[in-house]
């Protein structure tokens, strides 16, 4: 079963929340609707389901198109971010809810509904109410509730938006046991960078209202198509500099050249911008082969496993991460360096050039 | 919102399209019918085309001064007592408990005069009001006032403004109250950070947040007082005179009273009308006011 | 700015006679220094937030003393104790501008105008919101919101404290970056004490200076951010903080040895005397454990998963019945279900019924 979005635009009041996006989903794949607030997620979301009539364009299941069939007609489950549960009815009756007004037969209700709370680990609370749970036990009901419907198309609205970040984190850890065990088409919804690489699957890189690039997610970190797509998959926030590339060597803005080695030997004279993630950009190690640019601490967090080193040089501000506690004060100077060989490479159209090759 | 379409609801509205026909449409038809003929009702019939109008509409004529006059009125009327209802109804708003059973106690008191058919509350203060039995009449008298509603149209503006604001201040009131209870916690709590006074935290946080219920509270003020028949009319029967004659009770001697079908057909359209004018011109101020500018803008 | 003394300070509220182990805040007592960053950081129900509240005086406490700079301010109104707080969502007038919102609390203590003008300008700077300060502020964004509801604190020359309750849960991600680093910068600038209450450790390290870590109820250990990641003192402490958390496996421990599944690993300190009751267990975060290819003297584990994460790879491995998360090493691509793990024993540290035991050199 795949569902299919051809070309499909909305418009809320005169402005252009999706801008003609296409996309197919195939069946048993879970796909991350990645993005910023407003870029479209929740609209695409609301399209796939049929909650929304889009303005032009069709959407297929299957290959039929299902444009303006009512939801409730359509094979489809959702989880919001609130966590949204019948609160007078128990956490059993919430899950078969779905179940019943299909009118499904009794023992099949039960067994359907069992299995659901052990895989979200709800059987010892089957008995209690909604505001009787936490947080994290309400949203699990939602995302049971969601999947003993057997529904074709699961939707999760950035569904661990509101927990705490452990309960996040352990719920996040589940989910793909979960989805696998489904084999329904999975859309998940999230701002968090993170939580795509964590949940695998398929990536689609929204920003507004278009769909920049689809694909696995490990490619679309590793290769993404546009400078836009590095910097909704970066966190922290993507460093960029720009250069241009004369006779054999880089002029890095603001200063500084060094001879066109690693990715940068392949290009074509002409200026460029290079974006590298905190992690490409090292500090004061003294490697060889490398691009080095004299900078100043601002300001450096630590959480232990981690040092977030922000930077500040020649006009610009860069963040790097370095593995451990490195406690440098404001107003250090160090030497930033870049490894040419782990960069990305955009041209003046900001697409991609250049990319580190992948392990 | 674009929702997907369901064409099976237009016959769950078919009956009550029915309903309103028959109650509704069907008499308003006639109406118009007799505000363009001259009439007694016994089935003769003069056409009269819009003369009427024209002589409602002009204040020279009879009609059309009595009009004028008893429109003037009610927008007098409705003036001071939305001036009084309003911010009566917010202090009262203001000063009622926000827990406990206090506030369920408050309510039911306050929702009390809301619950009394209106020719009743007429008849309540028809009777408060009376010098010789009337509470209020005969304290008033023995303070020294010479009150008395029936002779004197002072006294009798004042009772029926009295009536009107203890009839519906409550409702006000409700309305702000269920504004206030709206307004977050933390808000408060910042006010009190930021060291605000009584004052200021009622005009930078509560009024603001009570904007919207406030305009329904004005609109539905306004609507009712400007439409206003039963209370005056038990009370004062439009008199003395035709000092408390509102443009309902204007009209309701025209018609019943003289028995001028036309004219008062007419004056009802004309009354209609004004009433749909107004209703739009709050709603459109209403909804403006209300709708958040979908551009925000990013400072970082 | 202020010193912030708490002396067995609790609160219940359900009232003082309630028993000791439903209070929502137990009995803490703890200093905090003037000029500090603190963080108070814990999952929902942990007493952050009461304890937030408790300081800034929205909630009188049940028992105990709160002092500010010596001075018993327990039952002082908020506004005597001349604190700001940030809320959760951005509190703002909705009919003024910006300017005058900065402006609001100077206006209410009577400050003359020249002075409030200068005031407000600086503050403005400092958060970037000079341009905005005519803007209606209901326009502008929630990060500028924010922003306002923290300026309008900071205004106050002499305030004693600024309170955070999760002040960028409705902020965006990548706005989160540059606000965090704002506050950090105001902190170092301005001097202030600060106390930042979050369930998000990665706001809660990058903030403070002292991490007061919080569950149900109690502090179960307050100290900086490389404190709390090399040495938890409590096994809750190792779960909480890192991504993914410290692995917490049962095992037997004498002298310089511990014991699972059959296999030992060297310790760097002697454990002895270990009480025969106590569960005892070994915590070792992540970071500390790498996976390798199998071999005889490696603990052996299942592969269940390996999370990619761009900038660091972590093993989901089983050890009989024990759950682990383990360092992929970079360049190393695991052969089959199997591997081995190799642990770093100056990071491994033994927990008598969750409690660390120091051990001996």
Known sequence: MSVTLDHVTRTVDGIPTIRDVSLTLERGTLSVLLGPTLSGKTSIMRLLAGLDKPASGRVLVEGKDVTGIDVRQRSVAMVYQQFINYPSLTVYENIASPLRVQGRPKEEIDRRVQEAARLLKLEPFMNRTPLQLSGGQQQRTAIARALVKGADLVLLDEPLANLDYKLREELRAELPRIFEASGAIFVYATTEPSEALLLGGDTLCMWEGEVLQHGETPKVYRHPDTMRVAQVFSDPPLNIVGIEKRNGSVVYAGGGEAPATGLYAGLADGAYRVGFRAHQLEVANGAAGRHVFPATVSVTEITGSESFVHLHRESQNWVAVLHGVHEYEPGERLDAALDPDNIFVFDAANRLVAAPKSS | MEKTVNQKAWFLVLPVFLIVAFSAILPLMTVVNYSMQDTFGNNQFFWNGVGWFKELLDPSTDLGGRFLASVLRNLLFSAIILAIEVPLGIVVALSMPRQGWQVAACLVILALPLLIPWNVVGTIWQIFGRPDIGLLGYVLNKMGFNYNYVANDLDAWFTVIVMDVWHWTSLVALLCYAGLKSIPDAYYQAAQIDGASRWAVFKAIQLPKMNRVLLIAVLLRFMDSFMIYTEPFVVTGGGPGNSTTFVSIELVKIALGQFDLGKAAALSLVYNLIILIVCWIFYTVMTNAGADRPAKESVV | ?361
């Open chain 3, 1 to 361: 700015m202020a010193r912030i003394d708490l002396v067995d300070l609790a609160h219940s509220y359900s009232g003082n006679d309630a028993p000791p182990e439903s209070f929502a805040l137990k009995p803490v007592t703890m200093t905090w220094r003037q000029g500090g960053a603190y963080a108070l950081l814990g999952p929902s129900g942990c007493g952050k937030t009461t304890l937030l509240n408790l300081i800034s005086g929205i909630v009188t406490p049940s028992r105990g003393k709160i002092l500010f700079d010596g001075t018993d301010i327990t039952q002082a109104t908020t506004q005597q104790r001349n604190i700001a707080q940030v809320f959760q969502f951005p509190v703002i007038y909705d009919t003024m501008t910006v300017g005058q919102n900065l402006a609001f609390p100077l206006k209410n203590r009577g400050v003359p105008g020249p002075e409030i003008v200068a005031r407000v300008k600086q503050i403005a700077d400092l958060l970037d919101l000079t341009p905005y300060l005519n803007r209606k502020a209901t326009r502008l964004t929630a990060d500028a919101k924010q922003k306002i509801s923290l300026g309008r604190g900071l205004v106050r020359a002499d305030v004693a404290a600024v309170l955070f309750d999760e002040p960028l849960t409705v902020i965006d991600p990548e706005l989160k970056w540059q606000l965090r680093s704002k506050l950090k910068a105001l902190h170092r600038e301005l001097d202030l004490t600060m106390i930042y209450v979050t369930h998000d450790q990665t706001e809660a390290l990058t903030f403070a200076d002292t991490v007061v870590v919080m569950h149900d109820g109690r502090v179960v250990q307050s100290g900086t951010p490389a404190e709390l990641f090399d040495k938890p003192a409590h096994t809750f402490v190792g779960y909480f903080i890192g991504s993914p958390g410290m692995n917490i496996v049962p095992a037997q421990v004498l002298g310089r040895e511990a014991r699972i599944d059959g296999h030992t690993i060297a310790l760097k300190r002697s454990y002895n005397g270990l009480s025969k009751t106590a569960k005892i267990e070994i915590g070792v975060r992540p970071e500390f454990v790498d996976i390798a290819t199998p071999a005889p003297g490696l603990l052996s584990a299942n592969i269940e998963r390996i999370d990619d994460l761009g900038r660091a790879r972590f093993a989901r491995v089983r050890v009989g019945d024990a759950k682990l998360a383990a360092r992929v090493p970079p360049g190393f691509s695991p052969s089959g279900d199997s591997a081995g793990l190799v642990f770093d024993p100056a990071h491994v540290h033994v927990y008598a019924d969750s409690l660390l035991v120091e051990g001996a050199a």
